[in-house]
């Protein structure tokens, strides 16, 4: 199965990244998983000519050729982040490559809630008429306090956390 698995922000320090770059390794005997960044897209614009950025255009055609999405975010005031929101505009409004497309939205934050709140919202946003995301139920992975239990290497140093991740990445493979 190959799945590609999108950093929900541009931080260098984003704990998403390496939950993403965990679920790469940790399921690696499951399924390929790639991690795109969303950090070289412009930010949307609407373009006269309908053409999406070039950009843009490589990083639709990986989530076209997957098999499934990930994607993980972080919660920035109750939402996600604007670069991710610009990415999704980008696909709505050019390759709607997310349409059925199986997805899973995970997010780690540093607090206690672990994204709850920006999960929710990007849930009504992939509902979108030009996303329309298969958002699998029950799929929903919330790491609170995440610098305390990922690992400069990447690695979840919390058994309970990896039970859950195992359990919910196995709802989507």
Known sequence: MKLVAIVGTNSNRSTNRKLLKFMQKHFSDKADIEV???????????????????????????????????????????????????ALEWIAYTSRALINKPTMIVGASLGLLGTSRAQAHLRQILD?????????????????????????????????KVAETRRTFFRVS
Do not use: W
């Not at 795109?36 to 843009?56: G, S, Y």
């Not at 990986?62 to 982040?81: F, M, R």
């Open 36 to 86: 795109l960044e969303i950090k070289q897209l412009p930010a949307f614009n609407e373009p006269e000519d309908e053409q999406a950025p070039a950009e843009v255009q490589a990083f639709s055609e990986k989530i076209l050729a997957a098999d499934g999405v990930i994607i993980s975010t972080p919660e920035y005031d109750h939402t996600i982040p604007a670069p991710l929101a610009s």
């Open 128 to 160: 979108a008429p030009e996303l329309k995301a298969r958002v699998m139920p029950g799929t929903e992975f919330f790491l609170g306090h995440s610098e305390q239990v990922l690992d400069d290497e990447c690695h979840l140093n919390n058994p309970e």
